[in-house]
């Protein structure tokens, strides 16, 4: 019996920054949120993330830099500037994920609405 073919995660490009969210789905569990290959650039993962149904948290890596990390502080941080930005309150599917993520230091942050 042969080995299944999945899809590969590693960029075509050779020095390419890839982000991953990990979204729980209840019952079903937690997953690594599939998309396509050019929808791994940061901005689409936080557009994307107002889609998900409870993100948990988010993976930056480069394979050609060598490094991998969980950046899920920045994007809550950039999702909670966005959207003070907008003067409008954070999106129900994103606000577990932003307080799970805030720093100390941007909870004690003044607001701007």
């Known amino acids: ?9 590693v960029p075509k490009g050779e020095d390419e920054n890839v982000y991953l969210v990990v ?24 557009t994307d993330m107002l889609k998900y149904s409870c993100p948990l948290r988010v993976v930056g890596f480069n394979t050609a830099e060598g490094w991998a990390r969980d950046v899920s502080s920045d994007v809550a941080a950039e999702l909670r500037r966005r959207c003070d930005l907008q003067l409008r309150e954070l999106p129900e599917s994103i606000q577990q994920f932003v307080y799970r993520h805030e720093t100390q230091i941007d909870r004690t942050q003044l607001r701007l609405v």
């Open 23 to 46: 979204d729980d789905l209840g019952s079903y569990g937690e997953v690594w949120r599939e998309v396509e290959t050019v929808r791994t650039d940061l901005e689409s993962v936080i």
């Open 1 to 9: 019996m042969g080995i299944a073919w999945t899809p590969p995660i």
